[in-house]
């Protein structure tokens, strides 16, 4: 045996794993450099078709991990555990609605009972306020993951939104108890408007919190801003009182401003009294909200590019 | 398209902003009214971190990246695995990225470790069913058996970064990026890092490592790709690469060590090989320098050779006293146990009872010719450069 012959060998099992390269130095680049790049090359992110279609399809999965994450992580050394899912609006509606009644005031709710008409309310406004505060944390919660692992920055807003969901179903159990209580059924097949409205809600809801969450990156002020205005928004949305009550403008052009009026009013109109919502501020709401997560997304997409930057 | 496995960076360039204290209101309208009066902002507040990076890798391909802290190699990382975007330039992978850009990235505390391996296994876009596969695989290599179901907050950082890496390395990426985790960990799970990098690559998956370790890269990787300052400063066979790197720590070495400190000054330090020639590896070697000492000390005098950081590879003590003035001291080695490639010598005095007369410092270069060592079986690190002579029979 020769040592060529040993040589020869080595260098075929290094071989194949892959070609050998070729020495690149580069002293002529270093210091002929330009001090900033050609203008020709500044880098554009082009819409790849085929690369969102591949993301898009592994996306479901990621969120639904997301959100399990969430909820797990949540009552991870909570003794009730999911169950303040249910107590934690029962109790604020129970609140409210003993309020009400010392105060003596009146409110218009059609025969329905107070608490149960606050509690159809509550539950949109609930997922709405809860998706915008937590929601818009869903990126600054996740900047140590969204610096090292590449995933498409939607999953965890849209995780975010998910978990807010499970708990709106959780939490409106107990409006079973509350029709029951009442020996009252919810009117059929009027309630099915409920899906079209929940549909705006949700739609709206995404964009805003898809944007306000990109934008907590950039300015933390944001995060302070929002308990603030959800907090007026409150008092600006019919929860605690009927839709009449708020007649600043007109129905239609304040439920294009705030779809959740016309959401929340359509479903008491709904499920309570078996009518249809109403149409004009029916039909703003939803196209606002569609021109809401429209307009969102847009500038999530442009925010998201420097994220990694400033995270 | 790009065959998968592939990373192509075409004149990347990316900036950050240099000025992050602070970034109130007031200052952001100050800088306005500033350009609106025609005055220049105070400073410039861009910084170039990485500069018209330009290479491309191919499937199966074995890259170690190194450079000095700052120099952008994370940076670059983070720009192929497309969490950052570039200012400049264009990047294109193919393939599953596997990440593992820092220790326990994506590893959830308040989840426990099954949980942990089903989030982070659908983030890199992989179906629970092939997670699930993969299970029990993950919880061996990372030694979690007993705690795969405790919070990872109750984990030790050893067993996070455990975790962290099976995880990355076991759901099969296409592209496996791996930043400086071997930091951490015992030496015997460094090992198997190594050995599983090994196992990746011997699947097709393309690698990038980026390590201090040099022993590490030189062990796994092919290629090398040295970035100096945020540009591309050499790229080619990984021995190459780590001779330019190495040569480059030494010269700053050496320019930090022009004059010795201390009450025993080396001057006029020769390094010989037989008939005064450069030394050789395994050859006779003389080393001889003038000692200039300002007392008659009692003390040992330290030589040693190293890579060019402090750590020695070998070290000749050499006790005596010291006359004051200037005395020629010569170490004789029969036998030099280095071989061919360049080291940095160090010296160092000491008086009785551990004073120090004179700190270990570089004090010259010693480069070396002749023989090379063997190499070492596949992703296996050699701990230090050094010479053994020997010959092999077969009966």
């Known amino acids: ?311 | 398209m790009l065959p998968e496995g592939s990373i192509r960076v075409e004149h990347a360039w990316k900036r950050f902003r240099t000025y992050r204290g602070r970034r109130l209101l007031r200052d952001r309208v100050e800088n306005r009214v500033a350009k609106l009066r025609g005055k220049v902002p105070r400073h410039n507040p861009w910084r170039w971190v990485l500069r018209d990076i330009d290479f491309e890798i191919t499937p199966g391909e074995a890259v170690g990246l190194v450079g000095v802290n700052g120099s952008g190699k994370s940076t670059l990382l983070k720009i192929i695995s497309q969490v950052m975007f570039p200012h400049s330039g264009r990047i294109e992978t193919n393939g599953r990225v596997g990440a593992l850009l820092e220790v326990s990235s994506g590893i959830h505390n308040d989840l426990t470790g099954r949980e942990n391996i089903a989030v982070y296994g659908s983030l890199l876009g992989i179906s629970r069913r092939d997670v699930a596969l993969r299970f029990d695989d993950i919880v061996a290599f990372a030694e979690l058996e007993r705690a795969i179901d405790q919070q990872v907050k109750f984990y030790s950082s050893g067993m996070k970064m455990r975790l962290g890496f099976s995880i990355a390395a076991f759901l099969e990426p296409r592209i496996l990026l791996v930043d400086e985790v071997l930091a951490v960990g015992d030496s015997a799970f460094q090992q198997k890092c190594l050995d599983r990098m090994r196992d990746v690559l011997t699947s097709g998956a393309t690698l990038i490592l980026v390590s201090h370790d040099l022993a590490s890269i030189g062990a796994v990787a092919q290629r090398g790709l040295w970035l100096s300052d945020g540009r591309l400063a050499a790229d080619g066979p990984i021995d190459y690469v780590l001779g330019e790197y190495r040569h480059k720590i030494e010269a700053i070495t050496e320019a930090r060590s022009l004059e010795t400190v201390g009450r025993i000054q080396v001057r006029d330090l020769r390094v010989e090989g037989p008939d005064g020639r450069i030394p050789a590896a395994n050859e006779p070697c003389r080393i001889s320098f003038t000692a200039v000492s300002d007392f008659d000390h009692r003390c040992s005098l330290f030589i040693g050779a190293s890579q060019g950081t402090s750590t020695p590879i070998w070290v000749k003590r050499f006790v005596t006293v010291l006359p004051t003035g200037e005395s020629r001291v010569t170490l004789a080695l029969p036998r030099l146990p280095l071989p061919f490639g360049n080291y940095t010598l160090y010296f160092g005095a000491f008086g009785r009872g551990r004073a120090e007369l004179s700190p270990w410092q570089p004090v010259g270069q010693l480069s070396v010719t002749g023989l090379k060592m063997d190499p070492t079986p596949p992703a296996i690190v050699r701990l230090a450069p050094y010479y053994v002579d020997g010959t092999w029979t077969l009966e």
């Open chain 1, 1 to 311: 045996m020769t040592d060529s012959h040993i040589a020869d060998t080595g260098a075929a099992d290094s071989g194949d794993v892959a070609e050998p390269v070729s020495i690149r130095i580069r002293p002529e680049a270093l210091g002929e450099l330009p001090d900033s790049p050609p203008a020709a090359l500044r880098f554009r992110r082009g819409l790849e078709l085929r690369r969102a279609l591949r993301e898009l399809r592994g996306t479901p999965e990621i969120v639904r991990s997301l959100a399990e994450r969430e909820l797990r992580s949540r009552y991870a050394q909570a003794i009730l555990g999911f169950t303040w899912n249910v107590l934690q609006p029962l109790i604020t509606v129970f609140v409210f609605a003993a309020v009400v009644d010392r105060l003596d005031a009146k409110i218009a709710t059609g025969g329905v009972p107070y608490a149960l008409f606050v509690y159809l309310g509550q539950l949109p406004w609930t997922f709405f306020s809860s998706s915008i505060t937590n929601g818009s944390n869903a990126l600054v919660a996740n900047t140590a993951l969204l610096n090292k692992v590449y995933a498409p920055r939607e999953v965890f807003a849209l995780g975010s939104l998910l978990t807010r969901v499970v708990d709106t179903l959780c939490a409106a159990a107990p409006l079973a108890l509350f029709f029951i209580a009442d020996s009252r059924a919810p009117r059929f097949p009027e309630s099915l408007w409920a899906i079209p409205l929940l549909a705006i809600l949700v739609l709206f809801t995404t964009g805003l919190t898809m944007l306000l969450s990109v934008l907590v990156v950039y300015a933390r002020d944001v995060r302070h801003a929002i308990p603030v205005i959800v907090q007026l928004l409150y008092f600006l949305t019919p929860v605690l009182y009927g839709f009449d009550r708020l007649h600043f403008l007109t129905p239609t052009i304040y439920s294009a401003l705030n779809p959740v009026a016309a959401v929340i009013d359509g479903l008491r109109r709904s499920v309570f009294f078996g009518e249809a919502p109403l149409t004009g501020p029916t039909v703003a709401a939803a196209i606002s909200s569609v021109i809401v997560l429209v307009l969102c997304y847009m500038g999530f997409k442009h925010f998201e590019q420097g994220i990694a930057d400033v995270a």
